[in-house]
């Protein structure tokens, strides 16, 4: 049997090598980018945190539960790692559940399956855009800007648009859509906040573990635990990212408010501060806060609270404290927008899932046809989870299980 796998990212390279287990099927891989895996190459931050020993329904969104629990069932993490020491690929779980390739190097994720492509006759076509899908007297037919495909079986595995100079783009919606599938409204996931720069912009490479609210009309939108980056257009790092779902499909009017101080109670910490400033009190507040918080960022939650850094302990007074105190626990931060597609690690949103069979992943609309990895509606936290539902979806989509009526229509 023919198959035809458009995308060579990570569902797809996994769906092709689970589609060639069977030996009488001939593998082609389509791939529009001169090489395969180049988003791959490029995840966690050149690590690739290839999965995470806690993936379960509840770390997904988008496509029903149901759904995402009966194909992550199918192929779960213990399979997924087992299928990849069988390439060879030696991991490590690091205590937080995240699992990252031995050699820290996204790459070995890519090689591993690149060469293990090789090794079982798949056909890579690189530099192949397939451009239009059809169906006629039995057979699928891909138009690509090298030539036409034949199949009699596609699985379509083109990504989602998020990180678009890795090779996000929306032609696997086309391409899906032209079947009579729908896709949902598309929004950044896994991304970097643009907040008011007042503070944020001299805070750049400043990094702190903080408690994260996202907020708006004095409703909890989301929130997180973490390290946060402070960037010269806003923040980022893994609490901003955990958020920036919520901050992405919320609307305006959303306020990221950070603890910067979780374990201290505001009382408490206001009572030491107070203790500080009898103890010194001819330390000029440029230091008052050094040993308490990161330099750059005491002194900004010093200016936001309105004072002159040149001012001693001396000047400060009980109410002082307390607002400092209150700054310190809630410095808070309006959100102007995210840094886009473009900047995502991954699309919230898809081709929606009720047009596809969990337990096969065939089309509903077209037998024959398959779908797996980003395209659908399924988006996960951060933390590995993405990826996982790469290869959960790449590997049932590519047992090619299901009715296979060769009907026209
Ligand atoms: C910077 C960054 C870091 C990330 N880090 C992590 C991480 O550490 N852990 C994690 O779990 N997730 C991470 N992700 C998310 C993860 O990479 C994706 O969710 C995952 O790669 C999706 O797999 P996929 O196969 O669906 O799509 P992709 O891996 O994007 O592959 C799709 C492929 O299809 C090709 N294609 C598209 N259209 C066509 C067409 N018409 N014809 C032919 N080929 C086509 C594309 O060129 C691409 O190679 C990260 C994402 C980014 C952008």
Same mark, same amino acid.
């Given at each position: 049997?023919?198959?035809?796998?458009?995308?060579?990212?990570a569902?797809?390279?996994?769906?092709?090598?689970?589609?060639?287990?069977?030996?009488?099927?001939?593998?082609?891989?389509?791939?529009?980018?001169?090489?395969?895996?180049?988003?791959?190459?490029?995840?966690?931050?050149g690590?690739?945190?290839?999965?995470?020993?806690?993936?379960?329904?509840?770390?997904?969104?988008?496509?029903?539960a149901?759904?995402?629990?009966?194909?992550?069932?199918?192929?779960?993490?213990?399979?997924?790692?087992?299928?990849?020491?069988?390439?060879?690929?030696?991991?490590?779980?690091?205590?937080?559940?995240?699992? @990252?390739?031995?050699?820290d190097?996204?790459?070995?994720?890519?090689?591993?399956l690149?060469?293990?492509?090789?090794?079982?006759?798949?056909?890579?076509?690189?530099?192949?855009?397939?451009?239009?899908l059809?169906?006629?007297?039995?057979?699928?037919?891909?138009?690509?800007?090298?030539?036409?495909?034949?199949?009699?079986?596609?699985?379509?595995?083109?990504?989602?648009?998020?990180?678009?100079?890795?090779?996000?783009?929306?032609?696997? @919606?086309?391409?899906?859509?032209s079947?009579?599938?729908?896709c949902t409204?598309?929004?950044p996931?896994?991304?970097?906040?643009?907040?008011?720069?007042?503070?944020?912009?001299?805070l750049?490479?400043?990094?702190?573990?903080?408690?994260?609210?996202?907020?708006? !009309? !004095?409703?909890?939108?989301?929130?997180?635990?973490?390290?946060?980056?402070?960037?010269?257009y806003?923040?980022?790092?893994?609490?901003?990212?955990?958020?920036?779902?919520?901050?992405?499909?919320?609307?305006?009017?959303?306020?990221?408010?950070?603890?910067?101080?979780?374990?201290?109670?505001?009382?408490?910490?206001?009572?030491?501060?107070?203790?500080?400033?009898?103890?010194?009190?001819?330390?000029?507040?440029?230091?008052?806060?050094?040993?308490?918080?990161?330099?750059?960022?005491?002194?900004?939650?010093?200016?936001?609270?309105?004072?002159?850094?040149?001012?001693?302990?001396?000047?400060?007074?009980?109410?002082?404290?307390?607002?400092?105190?209150?700054?310190?626990?809630?410095?808070?931060?309006?959100?102007q927008?995210?840094?886009?597609?473009?900047?995502?690690?991954?699309?919230?949103?898809?081709?929606?899932? !009720?047009?596809? !069979?969990p337990?096969?992943?065939?089309?509903?609309?077209r037998?024959?046809? @398959?779908?797996?990895?980003?395209v659908?509606?399924?988006?996960?936290?951060?933390?590995g989870?993405?990826?996982?539902?790469?290869?959960?979806?790449?590997?049932?989509?590519?047992?090619?299980?299901g009715?296979?009526?060769?009907?026209?229509?």
């Amino acid at each position: 049997m023919r198959i035809l796998v458009i995308g060579g990212g990570a569902s797809g390279m996994m769906a092709a090598l689970t589609a060639a287990e069977q030996t009488d099927h001939q593998v082609t891989v389509l791939e529009r980018q001169a090489r395969v895996g180049r988003k791959l190459a490029a995840t966690g931050n050149g690590r690739c945190n290839l999965t995470n020993q806690s993936a379960s329904p509840a770390c997904y969104h988008g496509g029903r539960a149901d759904f995402v629990r009966l194909v992550l069932d199918a192929f779960p993490v213990p399979d997924t790692l087992s299928f990849f020491r069988n390439l060879g690929l030696l991991t490590v779980t690091e205590p937080s559940g995240r699992v @990252y390739p031995f050699s820290d190097q996204a790459g070995s994720v890519v090689d591993v399956l690149r060469l293990a492509m090789e090794q079982r006759g798949i056909v890579l076509e690189a530099g192949c855009e397939v451009s239009a899908l059809t169906f006629r007297d039995g057979a699928f037919f891909a138009e690509t800007n090298l030539r036409r495909f034949a199949a009699d079986r596609v699985i379509v595995a083109c990504g989602g648009i998020a990180g678009g100079k890795l090779g996000g783009t929306g032609s696997g @919606y086309a391409l899906l859509r032209s079947f009579g599938h729908r896709c949902t409204k598309l929004y950044p996931a896994l991304v970097q906040l643009k907040t008011d720069p007042q503070w944020v912009r001299s805070l750049k490479g400043v990094r702190a573990e903080a408690a994260v609210r996202l907020m708006q !009309n !004095n409703i909890l939108l989301a929130d997180s635990r973490g390290e946060v980056q402070f960037t010269e257009y806003g923040v980022s790092g893994p609490a901003v990212f955990e958020i920036s779902r919520a901050a992405s499909v919320s609307g305006t009017g959303q306020t990221v408010i950070l603890d910067l101080l979780p374990p201290m109670e505001e009382s408490e910490l206001a009572e030491f501060l107070h203790a500080r400033a009898q103890q010194f009190p001819t330390l000029t507040l440029e230091n008052f806060l050094t040993g308490i918080l990161q330099n750059r960022l005491g002194r900004t939650v010093l200016r936001a609270c309105g004072f002159t850094l040149d001012k001693t302990a001396a000047v400060l007074h009980r109410q002082d404290f307390r607002a400092i105190a209150a700054k310190i626990k809630a410095f808070d931060l309006p959100v102007q927008g995210t840094m886009g597609m473009d900047q995502a690690q991954v699309t919230a949103g898809g081709i929606e899932t !009720n047009g596809f !069979n969990p337990e096969t992943l065939e089309s509903r609309l077209r037998p024959g046809l @398959y779908a797996c990895g980003e395209v659908l509606d399924v988006d996960g936290d951060c933390g590995g989870f993405n990826l996982q539902w790469a290869w959960s979806s790449g590997h049932l989509a590519g047992q090619l299980k299901g009715t296979h009526h060769d009907s026209n229509s």
